[in-house]
C-alpha cells in the first residue's frame, strides 16, 4: 500500500514503517535491528508474556519468519500521531503465509509506538492481534 501523507515528518514514518515490515516479511529479519529499540517491549497475540527488549523482539519476529512462507503482507489505513519526538501508528494488516503445511490468511490490527533519537525513529513498543472473532 502506498499511501503519502502531506505532513513530511508522518511521511518519514511510514517509510520507516514500511521498510521495517519489509525486513521481516520479505528480507532478513535480523535487519529489525536497524528498528527497533534496545529497550522495545512488544505484546504478541501468540506469547503469554510481554517481550522485553529488543533482541527479544527480533528473535520472535525471527522465528515467525523462519517457521512461515510469507506471500503476502499489506498495511491498511494507517494513522499516526506525532507527540514531540513520539509518534503513535496504527494500521490493519491483511497477510497470508504457509505454516505447518497449510496456507493461512489472516487479518489484524498494529499499533507501534516510535521514538526520535539521534535523527531516527526508533519503534519502542508494539501491540498487535487478529482481528476479534
Keep these: 500500500m502506498v499511501v503519502n501523507f502531506n505532513d513530511p515528518v508522518k511521511q518519514e514514518i511510514w517509510t520507516t514503517v514500511r521498510a521495517m ?6 528480507g532478513n529479519p535480523d535487519d529489525l535491528s ?3 529499540h534496545r529497550d522495545m517491549v512488544a505484546i504478541t497475540a501468540t506469547d503469554r508474556k510481554r517481550l522485553d527488549g529488543g533482541a527479544e523482539c527480533i528473535a520472535a519476529w525471527k522465528a515467525f519468519s523462519n517457521a512461515a512462507r510469507i506471500h503476502r503482507w499489506e498495511e491498511v489505513d494507517p494513522v499516526i500521531h506525532i507527540h514531540g519526538n513520539c509518534s503513535v501508528v496504527a494500521y490493519y494488516f491483511d497477510m497470508s503465509f504457509d505454516m505447518g503445511g497449510q496456507t493461512i490468511h489472516r487479518g489484524g490490527r498494529d499499533m507501534f509506538f516510535f521514538v526520535k533519537e539521534k535523527g531516527k525513529w526508533w519503534a519502542v513498543a508494539d501491540q498487535f492481534s487478529p482481528y476479534p472473532a
Design 21 to 26: 515490515n519489509d525486513a521481516w516479511t520479505k
Design 34 to 36: 536497524e528498528f527497533f
